[in-house]
């Protein structure tokens, strides 16, 4: 396995800058943001510290694969992550087409993975979302067979707040909800960036998973998430989930690391392992979030050895 970190938490910085600081702290690779121009109003949404564009219409990632071997740091994945299941078809069209270069410079770059959500009109239910998922995706899927790469789809259900309840804007969110899309888009190319928090505050077994579909692991992300069981016994579970959940880094949640790195070492993952840090305690400065980057570390370390 390789340890690295995912370049959101880090938008004020350049490639340059954040691989260097990737190198200074000892990780082996970096999951990068990839979003288009534009301003986004979700947290850690619009980072772009990759121009895919300009790789694809140059047919070149040197500055890119350069900086890597300047660093020795590599990239686990490109990210990008909208609603392509959104209401707004005009925007999944164009959200689409944006993946779809995103995938044509991971295969310039000889970058295996990228990364993404599945997306969802969060109004309807999951079973009047899948004739749309699936006529989004099946091109999609086709279009990363076609260039050799591979997308891990994240299982956050993003269904945090007012406006994304009550059924959140990702799809991808149970082992239920994967058995059917892998049943219905079979590929080989079509798999998980799989976040143990996500099952936690679900009231869901975060290590099952990780035996069942070893096959579709393609990326990992390290965040923790600690559940405030009074506040959950006052408000329950059909509260909006950020009443009762709060993200942490690794380590300082209910997550059992030891546990979980055990369950992916019998499994034989060897792919990256990207902390995600969206812990507000380190969010004030930039300097706070370089130290919970040598922090997730420092602890991490402890099960991907360098």
């Not at 069209?93 to 295996?112: P, Q, S, Y």
Request: one cysteine or more; glycine letters at 6%; aromatic letters at 10%.
């Amino acid at each position: 396995m390789k340890l690295g970190f995912v370049s959101a938490i880090l938008p004020e910085l350049s490639l340059r800058e954040v691989l260097q600081l990737a190198s200074q702290c000892g990780y082996d690779c970096v999951e990068l943001m990839c979003w288009p121009a534009g301003k986004a109003e979700r947290r850690y949404a619009g980072v772009s510290h990759v121009d895919v564009a300009e790789i694809v219409r140059t047919g070149s990632a040197s500055r890119l694969t350069d900086l890597c071997e300047e660093f020795n740091v590599s990239a686990s994945a490109l990210g990008y992550y909208p609603n392509l299941l959104d209401a707004d078809t005009a925007a999944t069209a164009a959200a689409a087409e944006h993946l779809k270069l995103v995938m044509d410079a991971a295969a310039i770059a000889g970058i295996e993975c990228v990364t993404s959500f599945v997306g969802r009109d969060y109004r309807r239910s999951v079973d009047d979302n899948w004739p749309r998922f699936l006529e989004v995706w099946r091109p999609l899927i086709e279009h990363a067979e076609s260039r050799n790469v591979r997308i891990g789809i994240e299982n956050c259900p993003m269904s945090f707040s007012a406006d994304e309840w009550p059924g959140g804007k990702n799809l991808a969110t149970t082992p239920a909800i994967w058995r059917r899309m892998f049943a219905d888009i079979p590929s080989a190319h079509f798999g998980l960036n799989y976040d143990p928090s996500h099952l936690i505050w679900q009231q869901m077994d975060y290590l099952k998973p990780i035996r069942e579909f070893a096959d579709r692991f393609f990326h990992v992300h390290a965040k923790d998430v600690r559940i405030d069981r009074q506040r959950l016994d006052d408000v329950g579970i059909m509260a909006h989930p950020a009443e009762y959940h709060t993200p942490k880094l690794p380590g300082m949640g209910d997550v059992d690391w030891g546990q979980f790195f055990s369950a992916l070492t019998d499994s034989v993952y060897d792919g990256p392992v990207c902390v995600e840090v969206e812990d507000r305690a380190y969010e004030g400065t930039l300097d706070d979030r370089r130290k919970s980057l040598v922090q997730s570390h420092t602890f991490l370390r402890n099960y991907v050895p360098a």
